[in-house]
DNA sequence: ACGCTCTCCTGGCCGC
DNA sequence: TGCGGCCAGGAGAGCG
């Protein structure tokens, strides 16, 4: 559930709540998520204060006074904000407590997450160091994606997803804004025209947008713990439709695997 | 350097 | 209704 724009949600939402809070207690209800989780922490956080959240591609980013945890919420993991003494709940894996009460409670049924911390500058750790532009931002532009991609047989598809070429394109992402420039999936990236990765990045960046603005309403439905496309589906063009008719020219919509991903697109429309 | 495959984990769904 | 098999939106690790 975790693409670009809900991880971009969970910070709106969370930040008001622990910036400048001071945590109380830290506990874990599981050794490991993607990696085990540090036992230490559970004495070296009490004390400390969150002074700052950020969002780095698809990790968030919590400052505090002697370090930063780095965390990340996988494929199906969720943070909320409940009261200290609420009831925790199967998956329910870290709370945060902090001294006004709050809490910071991170699910994930899949345990495909990340729950880190570093002493130095979480921006130089190796998770982070190598990452690619932010879509949103104006370093991603056709031209950049056009340099990158010179020479390179990857589909496209597998290309924007590569978080060294570009952040917070996943799976879903990657197939309707393939569709909605006309380009298809398994095109070598280097094969792609200049022209045409300007209308893919335009199409990027419209898509993480819009679903960032409908991601502020429906954050409720991060707690679904199926693996079906939430809020977002009614308005997916391919994702998720094949057999279906193309809502542009009516053929049907195919998908095959790319990179052990389903991919969807319209032969018509896409070449 | 590049690109491919495997892997972590739980749960929902489909077909038999 | 039960069970096996398959699928799932991420992405690092390891390999040739």
Redesign the pocket.
């Known amino acids: 559930?975790?693409?670009l724009p809900?991880v971009e949600t969970t910070l709106r939402g969370i930040a008001p709540h622990i910036t400048d809070r001071t945590i109380l207690e830290c506990v874990f209800r599981t050794e490991?998520l993607?990696w085990p989780l540090d036992t230490d922490l559970c004495y070296l956080l009490p004390g400390e204060k969150i002074s700052r959240v950020e969002r780095r591609?698809?990790y968030l980013l919590l400052f505090c006074g002697h370090g930063t945890l780095i965390l990340?919420l996988?494929?199906?993991g969720s943070l909320r904000i409940v009261s200290a003494d609420t009831t925790e709940q199967?998956?329910d894996h870290v709370d945060l407590i902090f001294t006004d009460g709050q809490c910071l409670r991170l699910t994930d049924?899949?345990?495909?997450g990340a729950f880190l911390y570093t002493d130095a500058d979480p921006y130089t750790h190796?998770?982070l160091l190598h990452l690619g532009p932010e879509p949103l931002t104006d370093d991603f532009t056709g031209d950049y994606l056009y340099s990158v991609s010179r020479?390179?047989?990857?589909?496209i598809k597998?290309f924007i997803?590569d978080?060294k070429v570009v952040v917070g394109v996943?799976?879903?992402y990657a197939s309707e804004a393939l569709f909605s420039s006309g380009i298809r999936p398994d095109r070598a990236a280097g094969r792609v025209s200049l022209k045409r990765l300007r209308s893919l990045v335009v199409a990027i960046k419209a898509i993480l947008q819009k679903a960032i603005l409908a991601g502020g309403t429906t954050i409720h439905d991060f707690n679904?713990?199926?693996?079906?496309?939430?809020y977002f589906t009614q308005q997916l063009q391919v994702y998720g439709r094949s057999g279906d008719r193309c809502v542009i020219c009516g053929e049907t919509i195919l998908s095959q695997k790319l990179?052990?991903?389903?991919t969807f697109y319209c032969p018509q429309c896409q070449s």
């Open positions: 559930m975790p693409e809900e490991k993607r591609a698809k990340h996988g494929m199906s199967k998956h049924p899949r345990k495909f190796k998770l020479g390179k047989k990857q589909s597998q997803m978080q996943g799976n879903i679904q713990a199926d693996g079906k496309p939430g990179g052990q991903r389903s």
